[in-house]
């Protein structure tokens, strides 16, 4: 099983109903305010994106990746090449203009993982400057961003260059789509008839016998918390986790709110770092 395929199509389908709104609240944001559309600002959302990813790999502001970073990721390059900016340009178009990536299920996977490290990094950063007695960023402003080369491949942000990389990376977007289901199911209201119809949905997104029987498996899980924060290896990844997990949940019963609290507990993240993913995420 390739986890980028099976991210990617869960990102296209829609972990939940409100999920398009929130990815394009996302680029929203990234942008300085108000939700992009899928053609004439693709542009100023490519510069953005190129800024945030090249302030992650330690260029600032305004500092460019590395040429090839995004190639390589999943198995065979299944991640579909290119810059996660270019992957994500072209996941804002399925989400917000209705086309479909070229780059397929994998590249969408592969930018949705960079989304969410980036966001991740960004939150952590900010909380660690407001903290530490520092301003938060103004809107459309991007506060440097350091990560080292570990934290980097697990935000989706730098190719693994080697085959322990390349597992770290493969785990922790297992861990991600693990995640995402167990907050679906948050409000306990999943039953067989609602797990077949998104496995309809993803298997009308091209996803294999495999990984049907993969989300299968889990949509029959019971919520375990502890067992899923276990696998998280730090803050980095907790936060990208976290951010996922509200991709995920429509957050509009008491269940859902106390599991999403619950999990960012279990996590440790700080409140600043919750605010501002939920802020974001277009999230109360």
Partial sequence: MNPFDLLGALMQTGASPT????????LGQMMGGGAPSAGPQGAGMLDML?????????????????????????????????????????????VLGGSKPAVGNAGAGAGSMAL????????????????????????????KIQLDD???????????????????????ATLTIKAMIS???????????????????LGEGGISEEEQRFVAKEMQRPLDLDSLVRAVPNQ???????????????????????????LADKLGLNPQVVSFLHTTVGVA
Avoid at 154 to 169: C, S
Avoid at 185 to 200: P, S, W
Avoid at 238 to 261: G, H, P
């Fill in 19 to 26: 999920s398009g709104n929130r990815m394009g609240n996302i």
């Fill in 50 to 94: 190129t800024k945030m990813a090249g302030s992650m790999l330690g260029g600032g502001q305004g500092g460019t990746p590395s040429p090839g970073l995004g190639q390589g990721m999943g198995p065979g390059s299944g991640g579909g090449g290119g810059l996660p900016v270019d992957i994500l340009k072209q996941l804002a178009g399925a």
């Fill in 116 to 143: 969410f490290g980036m966001l991740a990094a960004q939150a952590l950063e900010m909380a660690k400057g407001m903290l530490g007695g520092g301003q938060q960023a103004q809107a459309g402003s991007l506060p």
């Fill in 150 to 172: 570990q934290a980097a491949v697990l935000a989706g942000v730098r190719p693994p260059q080697t085959p322990a990389e390349e597992q770290q990376l493969m785990d922790v």
């Fill in 183 to 201: 907050a679906a199911k948050a409000d306990g209201r999943v039953d067989e008839e609602e797990t077949q119809r998104l496995i309809g949905k």
């Fill in 236 to 262: 980095q990844v907790a936060a990208q986790i976290y951010t996922a997990s509200l991709m995920a949940i429509n957050l509009d019963t008491d269940a859902e709110k106390r599991y999403m609290a619950d």
